[in-house]
């Protein structure tokens, strides 16, 4: 009995480390009702875009935009047809004080009446390990224009009913200089580097 | 530094130049060359060309500033010429401060038509406005117009400050401690005379600086705008109705009511925001500790 139990026991790991094995996603897994290629439209109130920048050399500083918008193609069957597109606009700069925000955005800072918004704009795309995807694109910052590679973790899609549609996410982070792109006034306050956790939701067209 | 450029220049050039040559060129020199060099100290470089920033053009709009106040000071150039300088002067800094907002504007025709509409309007103000600095240099007294320039630039830049752009603010400050050194220049050596052409340049860097301002710091009112617009006419008033024993003190107390009311509006609407608003200041966490 004990014996007809073990075999049975390793039977089934085998069926499953098989079934395991055959399913083994390259990129990211196809769900129920996804089609090769998917369309989806960023859902700027469930996407995230959080900046963090030292602040006097002694400290990091976080602060958000509130408005994303853009759009993201997830090719399955041909991944490097995929294409990402981003827009934030600066004016929705949100750091907890409305005299800072304002301050970040005068032509000190963001310039947001000037250059209303960064975008990012992929030119290619290759599937990573596992669920991610490296992406090439070009990063618009106060109309400086500069090339940019991110990689992408595909978090997951599927339908969720009536009220979301379908889904599918996506996040990634990057760190840029503000300095090439113009924005480099009193470098002694504030650093150099801005490191960007983007977070982005979208639902299928 | 600012300042020094400009009194090293005027009184350096009292020692070489005939006093009455120097006159024509060297305040509109020392003026641009103080206000140049305060500008890249402010932005800590020397911008590329073309800049990307309006704020950027600034600097090389100093340049054009200096053809126009040495237009404006040449002695034997035709008031034809130079009404058409100043056209092209205030339109060319009207164009490059307003050419962001075209771009913008993307394809949106109303917006754009909007945008053409002003634009002519803002150019025509401009004008006007140099023209009433302008009678004020020719007609005023001494140091009378360069005074009132100096508070002009001196108040927008702490309104700018105070609405939210210390940037821009810094830049009417370099070209305001400029214009104290070509005045302070002329005080010390009493050769050459701060004439029209200063004053003209002077103009053409605050025009710059305050549109760009209203452009692109949201502050930045019509109402503040126009304040520091009417001191050179708020001056040319008090000095056509002067006593003899006021002097030219009456003018320079009509020019500074407009800067200092756009200074107490500037102040009030910058602690309009939210009470609890710790950018204001320093939190002082000892003292709520010892609280």
């Known amino acids: 009995m004990m014996s007809r139990l073990a075999s049975a026991i390793l039977g089934l790991s085998v069926l499953l480390v098989l079934v395991g094995v055959s399913t083994r996603p390259d990129a990211a897994p196809a769900a129920e009702g996804a089609n090769n290629a998917d369309t989806f439209t960023i859902d700027g109130v469930h996407s995230n875009v959080i900046f963090k920048i030292e602040h006097l050399g002694v400290s990091s500083f976080f602060g958000r935009f509130n408005d994303v918008s853009g759009s993201f193609l997830l090719d399955r069957e041909n991944p490097d047809q995929s294409r990402v597109e981003i827009v934030v606009k600066y004016k929705s700069v949100d750091t907890n004080a409305s005299r800072r925000d304002r301050h970040l955005k005068s032509p000190d800072f963001f310039n947001a009446d000037e250059f209303p918004t960064i975008t990012f704009t992929s030119t290619s795309v290759t599937p990573g390990e596992g669920d991610t995807f490296k992406v090439d694109g070009k990063f618009t910052l106060l109309g400086t224009t500069r090339p940019l590679s991110v990689t992408l973790n595909w978090i997951g899609e599927g339908d969720r009913g009536a009220q979301f549609g379908y889904r599918g996410g996506f996040d990634t982070t990057f760190t840029i200089k503000r300095s090439d792109f113009g924005m480099d006034w009193h470098p002694e306050l504030l650093g150099d580097d801005v490191t960007l956790f983007v977070g982005i939701e979208g639902q299928r067209r | ?291």
């Not at chain 2, 005045?183 to 600086?209: D, E, N, Q, Y």
């Not at chain 2, 109705?241 to 500074?256: E, I, K, P, Y």
Request: proline share 6%; charged share 10%; glycine share 12%.
């Open chain 2, 1 to 291: 530094m600012p300042g020094l450029v400009g009194l090293v220049i005027v009184l350096g050039s009292g020692r070489v130049f005939r006093a009455g040559i120097a006159s024509e060129w060297a305040p509109t020199v020392g003026l641009c060359a103080g206000a140049g060099g305060g500008f890249v100290l402010v932005l800590g470089k020397w911008p590329t060309f073309p800049p990307i920033q309006s704020s950027e053009w600034i600097v090389y709009l100093t340049a054009l500033a200096l053809g126009g106040g040495v237009v404006e000071s040449a002695r034997l150039i035709p008031d034809g010429v130079r009404w058409a300088s100043r056209t092209l002067v205030c339109a060319l800094v009207v164009g490059v401060v307003s050419r962001r907002l075209f771009v913008n504007a993307g394809i949106d025709p109303a917006t754009i038509k909007i945008l053409w509409a002003m634009a002519p309007g803002v150019v025509v103000i401009a004008i006007a406005s140099w023209r009433a600095q302008e009678r004020l240099a020719r007609e005023g007294t001494g140091a009378l117009p360069a005074l009132v320039l100096l508070i002009a630039l001196a108040g927008l830049a702490v309104v700018l400050t105070l609405v939210g752009s210390l940037k821009l603010g810094q830049f009417a400050g370099s070209v305001a401690s400029a214009m104290g050194g070509v005045l302070a220049g002329w005080w010390i050596g009493r050769r050459v005379k701060p004439g029209p052409g200063p004053i003209a340049a002077g103009w053409v860097l605050l025009l710059a600086i305050l549109l760009t301002g209203y452009a692109y710091v949201q502050g930045l009112s019509p109402i503040l705008a126009g304040l520091v617009l009417v001191c050179p006419p708020a001056a040319w008033i008090g000095q056509v109705v002067r006593h003899r024993r006021t002097g030219m003190a009456l003018a320079v107390v009509c020019s500074l009511l407009p800067i200092v009311a756009a200074v107490l509006i500037a102040w009030e609407r910058s602690h309009d925001l939210d009470a609890d608003d710790p950018y204001a200041g320093v939190q002082r966490i000892a003292d709520d500790t010892r609280a």
